[in-house]
């Protein structure tokens, strides 16, 4: 061994290093028929980046074998593993750690995929699961069918539980994919190839179809986390869900880097109609770009698929029973809650939405209050009887269409295939569903007439309801509902008798007009019982509520167009005292009133609805003859009390200043002062578009003055740039005259034209030009080396030359200091050994000293030479010494030789001289001389000359390291970190010593430091 040595390398390995690329060595699954511990291999059912997952025992157990695919290889024999170089030793070590902590952590769940068994044993690890895996979600995708919703959702929650065990072990799956879910009866799941490499992302696996990673996988972007599991079971969801997997989050990252709209559809829309819009809502939560808006935990997420279950468990409308004579009657007591029927909304899964409407009672209200107590009684009634003609009608068709029913059942079973879950959140569906009446239905026939009324009583009579908004009836509405009941029922079920009787009667003309004017009188009065308030029984009454039971519902966001025009009766307590009554003529006026207002509102309607368009499409003020403006106003002219337009005026107003305020923040000045012309010619007198008007003149000030400022910045930036430019290309033009003159050897001269003048030209015009500090540096090495070269001939004369070439260049060198000094000392030397020559007759042991001392300065330069690496300037220096029998310069010179380093190989010279160096080098280290303690451990550590012994080789590096020996420091530290001889590997004790080598400037110490990722101490010399 030398001190050269590079690199360490273990001594040993658990693993045998073969070469992948042989056919026979790859990273194949076990043949079948092989064991496992007691686990007989059937068939291997799929493969991940971290092993093998196996069907066995007769496909009662599925067993997972570690297996890194990308550094170990199967052996011939199909049975053992091989790492595929010794280097990966403690990857495989920290992977089967892993490994067998996420065994550990699933064997203590309660899942139907909790491991039984786990096992390591002789560089092999697994686990077995007691289940009978039938199929993967990959099998039930390939169909091309989207699977039933419960079984999507069973999938989800016992997934998320499986893997809730692993994650709070610190493991991650992070290679989720349909294959690698395996499902058995009676919903059970098990998840395999869990991921083992914690410091690696695992790659995308070329045998799957879709890559379902999250992207802070794909792209290396963000930490990982559960986050990242729950994107890749959301990926194989949305699949299941939709048919088709998700874009790829690589894609999906790289269209939001451009700028561009994610093309990532979601759930609910590639779902809708066929899943339930919570469950797909969850797959788009999952499937969140952003790891923080995905779920953080298992938590979380069984909560969120809990609150599905909760959702469609919730109680549903049942449909009403049917007698045996035909009638429909409500499955539950339907006397005590009023039926309401459903509107269509306008959210996106179009569920009923009700209403209320609050009428105020206390003396005084306007007349329209009144009116609308009696519109929404009248509403209700005609509610309730269009509900039982619908029951009535869907009793009839279902009788009539039970024959084809069953025709058609047949044929249906004969020719059934599978279909796809449908979820239908439509009214249509819910009303069809629950029996539910529409708005838009036929009038109910006379013949039902007097139970409608009797329900539409019950519903008046103010019973309550549990539905969420809806308001108290006042029994003020009609006096009292409830004495009205009874005459009202009686009246109407002696109807049939009063007609019949009324028939003879009605042959007579006189009759006729007899029992005009008393039905004419009936209808007064009961218009008077709708219309009139209660008396005043005191200065203050709380206010009432009624509920809107029927008709069309007006959402509280959506005010009622139409407005009742108050009639100026005189004050309410004078006009309804109860001293006086209301006489003919102002129930008259009231009636004229009712109808004015009526009137009103219906030539409203079509200007609201008109404008309620126009406002969509943001007709504002313009065009002149179609904008929602002018539709508001032409109601306003109508009933300048109107709130819906009054109310949509203002919207108008604000829309137009928050569209001018958005130009002016755009800098759009053209169209803000455009918006604004505009506006003000509508509303001429608002002071908030003057205040707009300042604004926008502020900031078209300030957008000039910030451009000009732009421009003046941007002027002298571009005159900045141009003599950066103009500077930087005089110095890629002196920089390359320089390496020009450089390459052609003229690194001095001539005058003017020469590499050292133009490196020093670049560097006036940038001092920190690192190019042309490196020319410099070049020179100077090229003159230094120059000077070694002559100081090893003893040329003293070009020796002083070159070095005062390389003095010019970079003088605070420390090399040039150092061959400064040697210089002058080989100088005098030189001097006062031809003058001692000159004098040999008289001292010609002090020449012989003077002599001694010159081949020691040859011996100290030829083994720093040699330990720097200039292995053909050292043979220079120490192959005279050696042939003179200098055992450090024969050492060193064999070992040159034995290598072919420069000089060529000689294997028979150098062991001679190996040999021949022996016998002074053990007197020399016995002596205590470092370099021969050192050489010594070499003999023993080689085996060359005499028999290798590692035990010995330490003793001697030892002793020379202690020392202070760099090389002995080196190969010591080299032996501690492999181990030897049955001393076990050390690294401190390594480290420590290549640190010591290192400080005194070793540079294979350093290089070893560097490869074990340790830092390297500054260099102190020696």
Known sequence: MTSETGTPLSSETKAESVSPGSDDYRPSPLPVGATLGGNTIDRLLVASDSGFTYLANGGSAVVQEYFPQQIAVRDTDGISLLLADAEFNSDFDEGTTEFLAIARALSQIDHSGRVFEYQEKDGAAWYSVHMAARASVADLLATGQRL????????????????????????????????????????????????????????????????????????????????????????????????????????????????????????????????????????????????????????????????????????????????????????????????????????ADESPITASKSVSTRPGRPLKDHVDTAKATAQSVLASLKQRLLRLKRVNQKATSAKKNESKLARTKASATRKEPVFDPSTQHIEDSSDIPRLHSKSPTAGYLANDLEDAGHALAGRKSTAPQQLKIPKISLGSIATLKTPLNKIVRSLPAIVTSAKSVLRHRRWRLALGVVIGLLVLFGLYLVITPPHATGTTSSPAKIEILGGSMISPEKPASMQIATSSFGPPEKTLSSEQGFSQQDDLARVNAYRDAERVARLSEPHLARAGELMATGSLISPPDANAYSEFSAVLRMNPENLVAQKGVEQIRSTLLEEIDLQIQALDFDAARDSLTKATRVFPSDPRLAASNERLLAAEAGHRDALRAIAEREKNQAQTAQRD??????????????????????????????????????????????????????????????????????????????????????????????????????????????????????????????????????????VKAYYAGDYRLAFQYLEPLAAQSDPQAQVRVARMLM?????????????????????????????????????????????????????????????????????????????????????????????????????????????????????????TGG
């Open 148 to 347: 039933p919703e419960e079984n999507v959702k069973a999938i989800l929650y016992s997934a998320v539980t499986y893997l809730e065990a692993a994650h709070d072990a610190g493991a991650l799956h992070l290679e989720i994919a349909p294959e690698r879910i395996l499902l058995a009866e009676e919903d059970q799941l098990l998840l395999c190839g869990f991921s083992t490499d914690k410091r690696h992302y695992p790659p995308e696996d070329p045998e799957t179809k879709h890559d379902y990673r999250a992207p802070e996988l794909a792209s290396f972007r963000g930490q990982l986390g559960r986050w990242t599991d729950y994107y890749a079971l959301g990926g194989v969801l949305y699949q299941a869900a939709c048919k088709n997997a998700p874009t790829a989050a690589v894609k999906r990252l790289e269209a939001v880097d451009r700028g561009e709209n994610d093309p990532y559809e979601p759930a609910t829309q590639a779902g809708k109609g066929y899943f339930s819009p919570q469950t797909l809502a969850l797959i788009d939560r999952l499937l969140a770009l952003n790891p923080a808006d995905r779920p953080q935990n298992a938590s979380a997420l069984i909560n969120a698929v809990r609150s599905l279950e909760v959702l469609e468990r919730s109680p549903k409308p049942q449909a009403p029973e049917v007698k045996p004579n035909g009638t429909a009657t409500s499955p539950s007591p339907s006397r005590k809650t009023p039926v309401k029927p459903a509107s269509r909304a306008a959210s």
């Open 725 to 862: 430019r103009e500077r930087r290309q005089k110095i890629e033009l002196l920089l390359a005259r320089a390496l020009e003159a450089l390459d052609k050897g003229r690194l001095v001269s001539p005058q003017g034209d020469n590499a050292l003048t133009l490196y020093r030209a670049a560097l006036d015009l940038d001092a920190s030009n690192q190019r042309a500090r490196n020319g410099l540096n070049n020179i100077s090495a090229f003159y230094l080396q120059q000077t070694r070269e002559a100081l090893s001939v003893n040329d003293l004369d070009a020796a002083a030359q070159h070095l005062e070439i390389a003095t010019s260049v970079t003088p605070e060198s420390d090399d040039v200091v150092s061959l400064n000094q040697q210089l002058n000392r080989r100088v005098f030397l030189e001097a006062e050994k031809q003058r001692l020559q000159e004098q040999a007759s008289s001292d010609m042991s002090l020449a012989q000293q003077m002599a001694s001392e010159q081949d020691q300065l040859n011996l100290e330069s030829g």
């Open 899 to 1019: 290598e072919g380093r420069g000089v060529d190989r000689d294997k028979p010279k150098a062991i001679a001289i190996f040999g021949a160096a022996l016998a002074p080098v053990q007197l020399a280290a016995s002596q205590g001389e470092t370099w021969a303690q050192s050489d010594l451990a070499d003999y023993y550590f080689d085996g060359l000359v005499i028999d290798k012994d590692y035990r010995t080789a330490a003793f001697w590096y030892q002793k020379a390291a202690e020392q202070g020996y760099a090389p002995a420091q080196t190969n010591l530290g080299w032996l501690y970190f492999n181990g030897y001889d049955g001393i076990a590997p050390n690294r401190a004790v390594a480290i420590y010593w290549f640190g010591e080598a290192a400080s005194q400037g070793n540079q294979t110490a350093a290089n070893n430091l560097r490869a074990l990722g340790e830092s390297v101490p500054s260099n």
